[in-house]
């Protein structure tokens, strides 16, 4: 459904700042819940791996029971929220005055936003069970190194060129424009309802995770527990899609730079 915004709309008319502080308080203390969940596992990590220092494979062979696979996969979900929902928020805000406008008789319920950030959450872990079947993978192939590092130059360069090619890729840009426009997804997106504020927020995840899966990759090549790389990641991830500096340096430094590092490292696992 295709809605044309009154010139006077056009920018977005914001929701009350009562509602806009409740919106930003909520999706905050999720994002720093969510930091940290990360830090304190990233705290037994690190205690995990001090105490087999002297079993470099002690973190490899851990078994994947059903029950590691579901903290596998709950702690890739938290990293994403914290790391991509910070992004959501400038696409909420005005998803939110739009909803005052045409569903009037909702303004006062908090559910289709909450909605709205559930289809987003639901897109994003639907990666992390497919990116803890990535680390599975590797793990079981030897693949992954006891800091949960790529250990294969080969594989860690063919990351980092994939991440950098597709930087420069239509689809990429398609994505991010409809990221940095919230305005223009919403206008083209619009679903009314409950309902369609968990398929409007499915879309925007769907558009999210096609703009940034390849920045997500990189995690396997600085260390998946590595707090640093994380945080810069997501620095990286939020500049790109709410600055215009941001998107021109995704493009032309981390593009060129991934492609750069990740044929190096190509070049040099060939002598490996």
């Known amino acids: 459904m295709l809605i044309r915004f009154p010139a006077r709309h056009r920018n977005g008319s914001p929701p009350p700042v009562g509602e806009r502080a409740l919106i930003l308080a909520a999706m905050?203390?999720?994002?720093?819940?969510?930091?940290?969940?990360l830090l304190a596992g990233a705290a037994h990590f690190g205690t995990t791996a001090a105490i087999?220092?002297?079993a470099p494979m002690h973190l490899i062979v851990v078994p994947w029971t059903a029950k590691h696979a579901a903290l596998m996969v709950l702690m890739w979900a938290?990293?994403?929220?914290?790391?991509?929902?910070?992004?959501?928020v400038p696409t909420v805000l005005p998803y939110a005055a739009v909803a005052r406008r045409f569903a009037p008789q909702?303004?006062?319920s908090a559910g289709p936003i909450a909605l709205f950030v559930a289809?987003?959450?639901?897109?994003w872990s639907a990666f992390s069970a497919g990116a803890t079947a990535l680390q599975w993978g590797l793990q079981h192939l030897a693949l992954l190194s006891p800091e949960m590092v790529i250990a294969s130059p080969r594989v860690g360069g063919g990351i980092l060129v994939a991440a950098g090619l597709y930087q420069w890729s239509p689809l990429k840009d398609r994505c991010l424009a409809l990221c940095r426009f919230p305005l223009a997804f919403i206008g083209r997106y619009w679903r009314p309802g409950r309902g369609g504020a968990l398929r409007m927020g499915l879309h925007h995840g769907l558009f999210c995770l096609a703009c940034c899966w390849g920045v997500m990759l990189l995690l396997f090549v600085g260390g998946i527990m590595n707090l640093t790389w994380v945080v810069i990641l997501a620095l990286f991830v939020l500049s790109e899609k709410l600055t215009r500096v941001g998107s021109r340096v995704g493009r032309w430094i981390s593009g060129v730079g991934l492609i750069a590092a990740g044929t190096l490292l190509l070049t040099l696992g060939q002598t490996i």
């Open 78 to 88: 938290v990293m994403m929220v914290a790391m991509m929902l910070p992004g959501a």
């Open 28 to 37: 905050a203390a999720i994002v720093a819940l969510s930091w940290a969940y």
């Open 119 to 123: 289809g987003y959450v639901l897109v």
């Open 52 to 54: 087999g220092d002297g």
């Open 106 to 108: 909702e303004r006062r």
